[in-house]
């Protein structure tokens, strides 16, 4: 892979946005590494239980790569959307493992909606988010007027968009748009990664409520009380369970291993 670097630390699969010269801009070779590094993430034989995903040197992403995309032409941008961004937007949001987002730095476009796909979204101090679209002429994308109004509020949403202006780290995180904030990249990714390993060392159950938080969005109470029902019902199946019941009658640690 070109543009994308994966490691497995231990039960933490690291992907890294690799583009560093153009700020991790996404350009055709990095949609197709990313396909390719998100099957091996998923392939069950790597042993990943958690995703942290982050950016090469000093941005994390910022949006597409114009020149590379050629998303400049009047025609044909919102079909490259639908074959290359949006297979990989929803099978983020479909893993079965929670993913954990490192922004250190901009987190641009596009960009900002591979943050946001975050379950719990780290940002350093210096980092910002921007809805750089209305810029270049081109409306918001990514799933960002579906995730944004959720996150923050109709208004400030709308305002994002409208006015393309520089989200600083602090006030996302003042807004709730950012879990965790971090003073520099070190102390960022020495953070994230801890939460990624607590949650790699969690149990198969952190799946099922992944599922059950994306699905409220849409469903009724009813239709979300049905689907606690059924998650419940499966995660009462698992090794996971039995272990956790185990250790909390004998006043232990539980040792979950994703079963």
């Keep these: 892979m070109e ?10 699969a690291v992907l890294k946005f690799n583009h560093p010269e153009v700020l991790n801009a996404v350009g055709a070779q990095m949609l197709a590494d990313f396909q390719e590094a998100f099957s091996q993430v998923k392939d069950p034989a790597n042993g990943a239980r958690c995703l942290l995903l982050t950016g090469e040197g000093r941005a994390f992403c910022a949006g597409a790569n114009l020149q590379d995309e050629g998303r400049n032409e009047r025609s044909g941008a919102g079909d490259g959307l639908r074959s ?5 937007l929803l099978g983020l949001r479909d893993l079965d493992i929670p993913i954990v987002t490192a922004v250190n730095g901009p987190a641009a476009g596009v960009g900002m909606s591979f943050a946001l796909i975050g379950d719990i979204v780290c940002a350093q101090q210096g980092a910002y988010f921007l809805q750089a679209f209305a810029r270049i002429g081109l409306v918001p ?3 960002s007027t ?3 109004p959720r996150l923050i509020g109709w ?3 709308v305002e994002l968009s409208l006015l393309a ?3 600083p780290a602090e006030k996302a995180h003042e807004w709730g748009m950012v879990n965790r904030l971090f003073e520099d990249n070190d102390a960022l990714m020495e953070g994230a990664s801890a939460l990624a390993h607590q949650l790699a060392d969690g149990p198969r159950s952190l799946g099922m409520i992944r599922h059950a938080y994306w699905n409220t969005w849409h469903n009724s109470y009813e239709q979300q009380l049905d689907l606690e029902a ?9 090794a996971d369970f039995q272990e956790g ?6 006043k232990r640690t539980a040792n979950f291993k994703g079963e």
Excluded: I, W
């Design 245 to 250: 019941v185990s250790a909390f009658l004998e």
């Design 3 to 12: 543009r994308m670097s994966l490691d497995f630390d231990g039960k933490v």
């Design 141 to 143: 994308d990514g799933g």
């Design 146 to 148: 579906f995730m944004l």
């Design 155 to 157: 208004g400030r949403a």
């Design 230 to 238: 059924r998650l419940q019902n499966q995660a009462g199946m698992t």
């Design 165 to 167: 202006e520089r989200l």
């Design 84 to 88: 290359g961004y949006h297979p990989l």
